[in-house]
């Protein structure tokens, strides 16, 4: 049976830390599916399809990956992909205990589905979607944390 993973995420936007993930977890998998949380209630900058369409411009047609957007519940998703894992990177101690919570939770929801965490590296270990999201709004260098891709686009936004 193929192992197949979900990773889920916002990736609004995607930066190097979840490409970092992505690039150390193809080796653990037969498929990951890189799966954009779309949540109609979700305070986006970026709309769904828009940032499906970035993280597949960046991943090319990288082998066993693909990119989908989902909305409802992770477990319920990973099921009908049947994915029997989910990954999950975790930055510092902080993520944790927001990590544990839905562990526990996907967990009581889908007892057969194994959530999977990878450490970040270090260098990665400070940065969030919402920190480059602020770097490029006040004008600093997000040189090495995301694609230039990502920082076109999120300058092309901000500018409305
Ligand atoms: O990029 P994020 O914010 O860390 O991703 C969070 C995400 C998308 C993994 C999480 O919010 C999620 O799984 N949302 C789907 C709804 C769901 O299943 N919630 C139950 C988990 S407690």
Redesign the pocket.
Known sequence: MPRIAVY?????PITNGHLDIIRRSRGLFDLIIVAV?D?PSGDYLFRGEERVRMVKEILGDLSHIEVERFE????DYARDKGAGFII?GLRALSDFEYEF??DL??RR?NPHIETIYLMTNQEYSYLS?SIIKEMVRLGGSTSGLVPDSVREKLLKKMKG
Do not use: C, E
């Open positions: 889920p995420g916002s990736f609004d949380n949540n409802g519940l992770l477990v999950r919570q839905m939770m996907n929801l979607s």
